[in-house]
């Protein structure tokens, strides 16, 4: 049994009550280690750490700050393969795609943040014979970070990356259901030398040790990932403390496919939008829309390239989906693959639960699962599955298409597929999302607005977005 701790004033300990949450590998269905059941006990010997930290590591000069977030990657790529395993055993994700992306990012994350920091500037404004202003930029002092299982260390990191950049000092959770990496980023922290309380990870519910960051009236700012009804929980709560908010919420993001697309590119990318970490990424397309006119030709096409995708244990390198992260989240996605057959959809491919041998028998796994023949306002195609779903239809024209992408509550992300680049700037125009790539997915440039409209979030990440998230503008006038 692995049992993490939290990591707490720089030193791994346990929480104050003793107490203990299963953890389980989705591969194998099995208990494989214990992480703390921490409570507002624990949050409040974090906040005390922070706030203790505060003054000396928000005036650590520029390039330590840099080193030292430096070290913490260098940390992360030196343990590659432990980070690598630890992730996919989490979530089940597969190994491929751990090494691929998952901690990759994270590296690069802490990277892009600690040379940030290094040119992050403000501006000043001249009054020409009366005075002069100039903006501070100052950190906000004990902030909090939040985050989902689906991509576990890659956005634990997205976040306290920048926060740590601008001097702030930490409160962090990452979900109960994958902690693993975010333990092994404490033990990174700590061989890295970054200052005791600057950093700390408290493990635990989100109901319970979550909510205690959100409601701690000391911890200003909270930057939250997760689902769109936790969000309303945390703005609940939050709001009316005036803390400053960021919400990276679901998705239920379209993928627009015209008939004059590079066709045999566009197949394979998008049945990578569509499952692609067993289609457990907000910024998945699980809403297909092709123009009629190569409709069938597509379907075929499409449902013929997902059946060759093998799904198996993460571990196994010819496996190209893993499991699903946990026997409820299972439950869920095939409750709405039902769903989808009472409101009329016909499975082109899969549908069902997937039974493997040997270690994996009592995995969660579920065949990558393609449904057409579904009108767009159901529920299917409304609600969020975050699963190896994804739906099928086809439109005729640019005003149906749209209006059927934006019918959506959430707004995250959405592609475009065609050759024509004015049609492509036209209707990028109008989708109601928060990113749109043209003849690609998942492309990203860390310096970039990242998130969503409507139902998919409050707020920006990324880039100077976050940085001027994690800091409080003042702006100074002086008379001449
Ligand atoms: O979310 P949950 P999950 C979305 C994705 C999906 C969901 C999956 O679309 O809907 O997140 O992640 C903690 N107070 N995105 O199921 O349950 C919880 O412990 C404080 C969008 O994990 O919302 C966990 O650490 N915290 C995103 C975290 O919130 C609470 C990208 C998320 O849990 C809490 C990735 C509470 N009351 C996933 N309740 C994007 N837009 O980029 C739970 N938590």
């Known amino acids: 049994m692995i049992t993490i701790k939290n990591y707490i004033n720089g030193e791994l300990i346990e929480a104050v009550s003793k107490k203990h949450l299963d953890n389980y590998e989705p591969a194998t269905g099995k208990v494989y280690g214990l992480i703390p059941d921490s409570d507002s006990q624990d949050v409040q010997l974090a906040v005390d750490a922070a706030k203790k930290a505060f003054a000396a590591w928000s005036n650590t000069g520029l390039e330590e700050r840099m080193m030292l977030l430096m070290k913490v990657a260098d940390g992360i790529e030196k343990r590659m393969d432990e980070f690598v395993a630890a992730e996919s055993r989490d979530n089940g994700k597969t190994l491929k795609l751990a090494r691929a992306v998952d901690i990759p990012r994270a590296v690069s994350n802490f990277k892009f943040y600690a040379s940030a920091l290094q040119h992050f500037a403000s501006e000043s404004h001249q009054m020409p014979g009366m005075g002069v202003n100039y903006t501070l930029r100052q950190p906000i002092g004990v902030v909090g970070c939040i985050s989902p299982w689906n991509l576990p260390l890659y956005l634990f990191s997205w976040k306290i990356a920048p926060a740590l950049a601008?001097?702030?000092?930490?409160?962090?959770?990452?979900?109960?259901?994958?902690?693993?990496?975010?333990?092994?980023?404490?033990?990174?922290?700590?061989?890295?030398?970054?200052?005791?309380?600057?950093?700390?990870?408290?493990?635990?519910?989100?109901?319970?040790?979550?909510?205690?960051?959100?409601?701690?009236?000391?911890?200003?700012?909270?930057?939250?990932?997760?689902?769109?009804?936790?969000?309303?929980k945390i703005a609940a709560t939050a709001a009316p403390m005036f803390k400053k908010l960021s919400l990276e919420l679901g998705g239920k993001n379209p993928t627009i496919v015209f008939a004059d697309c590079d066709f045999d590119e566009t197949v394979k990318q998008t049945v990578t939008a569509s499952l692609s970490n067993q289609g457990e990424i907000c910024l998945c397309g699980s809403r297909v829309f092709v123009e009629k006119s190569i409709y069938e030709k597509f379907k075929e096409a499409f449902v013929a390239r997902v059946k060759t995708l093998k799904t198996g244990d993460p571990q196994d390198e010819k496996s190209m989906m893993g499991a699903i992260v946990s026997k409820q989240h299972k439950e869920k996605i095939l409750s709405y693959i039902e769903l989808a057959q009472q409101e009329g959809g016909k499975i082109l491919c899969g549908g069902k639960e997937l039974k493997i041998e040997g270690r994996c028998a009592e995995g969660y796994f579920i065949e990558p699962t393609v449904i057409e023949g579904l009108d767009y306002k159901c529920r299917t195609q409304q609600e969020e599955i975050f699963g190896p779903v994804v739906t099928l239809t086809p439109f005729e024209s640019e005003e149906e298409v749209l209006t059927m992408a934006n019918s959506v509550k959430y707004g995250l992300a959405s592609s475009i597929w065609t050759t024509d680049l004015s049609r492509a700037h036209r209707v990028a125009e109008k989708i109601e999302a928060g990113i749109v790539w043209i003849n690609c997915w998942l492309l990203r440039d860390l310096r970039t607005p990242f998130g969503g409209v409507k139902a998919s979030g409050v707020g920006r990440e990324g880039g100077w977005e976050a940085m001027r998230f994690f800091t409080e503008a003042k702006n100074v006038c002086i008379k001449i």
């Open 166 to 232: 601008t001097g702030n000092c930490v409160v962090a959770k990452p979900s109960e259901v994958t902690p693993y990496t975010a333990y092994l980023l404490s033990e990174v922290c700590i061989e890295a030398g970054l200052p005791k309380g600057v950093l700390n990870i408290v493990h635990g519910l989100g109901g319970k040790a979550g909510q205690a960051i959100i409601e701690h009236p000391e911890i200003k700012a909270i930057s939250f990932t997760g689902g769109t009804e936790t969000g309303k």
